[in-house]
């Protein structure tokens, strides 16, 4: 069965960092891009960044750009968000989604993790 | 970037009715959209992409359709299971992909 499991969600004041995870297993890890998507509390989802199977793209979201960089380790099929200078409003549940194209271009996402919550307050 | 407004934001209706939801693209996207529905404290679920393909496993009472600009996700006879919330997405062209607002689909 094909899974993606997020962690290293939690609390943190602004302006601090928070690395989160997703750890997948059931497809060929390799082969797949990957997205971060989010919702913020009472809002939609919101496309965060993207990943090509083979790490040499990446996509951000204007908003984000320069504080939150994304990442993967296919030999531990696993996708990580590094998120810093964080704010008030980067609060939100965080997923990851398989992309059912080894670009992250021009597809959508087909499996999707139970999300992690990142809670950004003083 | 591309937006897409979805309506309604939320829904009321019974067991057993016909109920659709539209989304509309801010340019035409050329059938790139998917649907997923969402059911709080679980991973949201595709449910059709290229505008009317159905996924693998989701029940023939989804359907989906539309062209250009305007698409719509169609629920042929609602079942207890199907009251959750569901979200459009565009995947024109390069990212940054777009979601619905949502519609929230209510007993």
């Known amino acids: 069965e094909m899974q993606l499991s997020e962690s290293g969600g939690g609390l943190v004041q602004p302006g601090g960092s928070l690395r989160l995870s997703c750890v997948a297993s059931?497809?060929?890890?390799?082969?797949?891009?990957l997205s971060w998507v989010r919702q913020a509390p009472g809002k939609g989802l919101e496309w965060v960044s993207a990943?090509?199977?083979?790490?040499?793209?990446?996509y951000y979201r204007d908003s984000i750009k320069g504080r939150f960089t994304i990442a993967r380790d296919n030999s531990k099929n696993t996708l990580y968000l590094e998120m810093g200078s964080l704010r008030v409003e980067d609060t939100a549940v965080y997923y990851c989604?398989?992309?059912?194209?080894?670009?992250?271009?021009?597809?959508?996402?087909?499996?999707w993790g139970q999300g992690t919550l990142v809670a950004v307050s003083s | 970037d591309i937006q897409m407004t979805q309506s309604p934001s939320s829904l009321s209706a019974s067991v057993g009715d016909r109920v659709t939801i539209t989304c509309r693209a801010s340019?035409?996207?050329?059938?790139?959209l998917a649907w997923y529905q969402h059911k709080t404290g679980k991973a949201p679920k595709l449910l059709l992409y290229?505008?009317?393909r159905l996924e693998s496993g989701v029940p023939s009472r989804f359907s989906g359709s539309g062209s250009g600009t305007d698409y719509t996700l169609t629920i042929s006879s609602l079942q207890p299971e199907d009251f959750a919330t569901y979200f459009c997405?565009?995947?024109?062209?390069?990212?940054?992909?777009?979601f619905g607002q949502g519609t929230k689909l209510e007993i």
């Open positions: 989604a398989k992309i059912r194209a080894s670009v992250a271009v021009v597809a959508f996402h087909d499996l």
């Open positions: 059931g497809f060929a890890f390799s082969r797949y891009a």
């Open positions: 990943i090509s199977g083979s790490a040499d793209l990446t």
């Open positions: 340019q035409g996207i050329t059938n790139s």
């Open positions: 290229a505008a009317s």
């Open positions: 997405q565009q995947y024109y062209s390069t990212p940054p992909y777009t």
